[in-house]
């Protein structure tokens, strides 16, 4: 049977990462993936560019972009690991990069060059790389000569099995199975005992009744600047309109994943409309927090004072009401807005005031509820996970388990839209490589 220091299943970006810079460490490490592709994930990130990190993330104040129970837990290994940091590798492998908005950190020419910098990584390590190869199953075996000591793991593969003192867990979730995401990793957590955040699919498009979304579903592709929001509450002041348009609405406290109270979320940010409901990533963003049942609130044209505009236009124009809105949005959306009462087809300077007003505020507020999401097929990561007070957060290892860790998209640990996941995927991965220890016999 071969032996090694460290076993890395998942080669993921964090179990890439982990098994580079534990080479580098001088352990002997072997990391293995069972799909046929490696790091499937970073090649299609970004539109094949990857974001693979953020200028913004703030790691003493890690619960600005990133969910989950306790998002303080990731504060540890991304002090110690920072974008910087990353970025210091990217350059020393000469991948040229750029930014784009709100510190998103992109390839220049292909996530491939990203992938290539991490096998190089993981070759200057003397990594073992078994893929494609399957787990069977794993064993813990508690050490003969000593009960305080740690023990070591038994992996069955199909390749032979092996073992190793540290076993590392980078499986990911359970977004896009089509790439080769399974529940590998939360099944073997249950194996030891370690505790589960129910999952969900996050960062992923919301969808809407069929019936109530047919007035807009003629708009699927078209997309526009938006402010959304979680935690609208409807008025019993003007009752919704025809399909899903809104009533009045007011902000209040949302439960964020994990059942604790939070105030609503916003993200300026673009909205794309669909045939099913709504994507693009102020939907992506909001979609972490979005809970089943609950509305959110979209205002359309979150940098104009649209009473302000429309009561101008009344003063000034004979145009119709929705050629006065396309000055403001995409046509496509005016009118398919202004065609939902008849009150608002009409010239603008013959609508009465009063109209006029809760135009500007329905479209200011459009509250809807969605339905549901469509999916991890769509979903860009997995919320929820390994529990993270399972684990310690400066070497994510089990508390309960010695020599077991998780690292990456596994745990409860959620970042925003924005290469924020990534840079997760390297500090906890960082952190863990830094912990494992060096094989001393497997007794």
């Not at 290994?77 to 998103?104: M, N, W």
């Not at 957590?189 to 019936?211: H, M, N, S, Y």
């Not at 899903?244 to 059942?259: D, H």
């Not at 290892?397 to 925003?416: A, M, N, R, S």
């Amino acid at each position: 049977m071969q032996e090694f220091d460290v076993v890395i299943i998942g080669a993921g970006a964090a179990g890439l990462f982990c098994a580079g810079q534990a080479g580098q460490r001088g352990l002997k490490v072997l990391l293995m993936d069972h799909a046929e592709a490696v790091a499937e994930k970073i090649r299609i990130s970004g539109g094949g560019r990857c974001n693979f990190t953020n200028r913004d993330l703030d790691p003493q104040a890690p619960h600005k972009h990133f969910v989950g129970q306790n998002p303080q837990f990731s504060r540890s290994a991304l002090s110690r690991y920072t974008p910087a940091d990353f970025i210091a590798l990217v350059q020393k492998h000469g991948i040229p990069f750029h930014e784009k908005h709100k510190g998103q950190l992109f390839c220049d020419r292909s996530a491939e060059d990203l992938i290539a910098m991490l096998l190089a990584e993981c070759e200057a390590g003397g990594v073992v790389h078994w893929q494609p190869c399957s787990v069977k199953n794993v064993t813990f075996l508690a050490s003969k000569a000593d009960e305080s000591s740690a023990g070591s793991y038994q992996i069955n593969t199909d390749r032979g099995p092996v073992q190793a003192r540290s076993l590392v867990v980078a499986t990911g979730g359970l977004s896009i199975p089509k790439i080769g995401a399974t529940d590998f990793g939360y099944r073997l957590a249950q194996q030891f005992g370690i505790p589960l955040v129910e999952r969900r699919p996050g960062l992923v498009p919301l969808t809407f009744d069929g019936a109530a979304w047919a007035p807009w579903a003629q708009l699927a592709g078209l997309a526009l600047p938006v402010q959304i929001s979680t935690g609208m509450q409807a008025s019993p002041h003007a009752p919704p309109l025809r399909g899903s348009l809104p009533p009045e609405g007011a902000a209040f406290a949302l439960g964020r994943p994990g059942g604790k109270r939070k105030a609503h979320m916003a993200f300026d940010e673009d909205l794309l409309f669909t045939h099913r409901g709504l994507s693009g990533p102020a939907v992506l963003q909001i979609s972490s927090y979005w809970q089943e049942g609950q509305p959110l609130c979209i205002n359309l044209a979150p940098t104009v004072d649209l009473p302000q505009a429309l009561a101008q236009a009344k003063a000034r124009s004979r145009k119709l009401i929705a050629n006065e809105l396309a000055q403001l949005m995409p046509s496509r959306l005016a009118d398919a807005w202004a065609g939902h009462d008849a009150d608002w087809q009409r010239p603008v300077n013959e609508a009465s005031d009063k109209a006029l007003a809760r135009l500007a505020e329905q479209m200011a507020r459009w509250e809807l509820v969605p339905t549901g999401t469509e999916g991890y097929k769509k979903a860009e990561v997995t919320l929820g996970g390994i529990d993270t007070r399972a684990l310690s957060q400066q070497t994510m290892e089990c508390k309960t388990q010695p020599g077991l860790y998780f690292i990456g998209e596994v745990v409860d640990v959620t970042g925003w839209l924005g290469g924020y996941n990534f840079q997760w995927a390297w500090a906890s991965a960082h952190a863990c490589a830094q912990a494992l220890p060096a094989q001393q016999g497997l007794g």
